[in-house]
């Protein structure tokens, strides 16, 4: 537990407008990797803009191993086919955690992410205080493909008994 930080929380909401692979549509999934760690969503049949609303959990020991978020469409009898990809950048959200702020009214922005050159942010991205807790809505712009987006939101968890994140405050004392 020495090396374990904490779980990092990923909802993979949805996608908006993504390539067609099929016959008019396409059934994608998502599969984020981190390291060796990889984890999907469910199939989501014939759209092109999924609602998937699923909660991934990756364990972190390194804050600065890239997380990889890919779009595929399930095939029957073929290689599933890739829609896209994006690189999830945490540090942002790392940083403002770090801050070890408390006791924020709720919906307050602690911090505004831009798009740019070195990261797949579509849209300005907030970091927000919601009921003890910092989260970051993200939509990510596909890159290798002609279109598509896909919304999704992370969260840390601290694990009692790891090593979790030093904070500006636990710094300072």
Known sequence: MDSFLGLLRIRVKRGVNLAVRDLGSSDPYVVITMGNQKLKTRVVKKNCNPVWNEELTLSITDLNVPINLTVFDKDTFTVDDKMGEAGID??????SLKMGLQNLPKGCVVSRVQPSQNNCLADES??????????QDMVLRLRNVESGEVMIQIEWIDVPGCRGLKTEASNKS
């Open 90 to 95: 945490i540090q942002p959200y790392i940083a």
């Open 126 to 135: 907030c970091i927000v205080w919601d009921d003890g807790k910092l989260l």
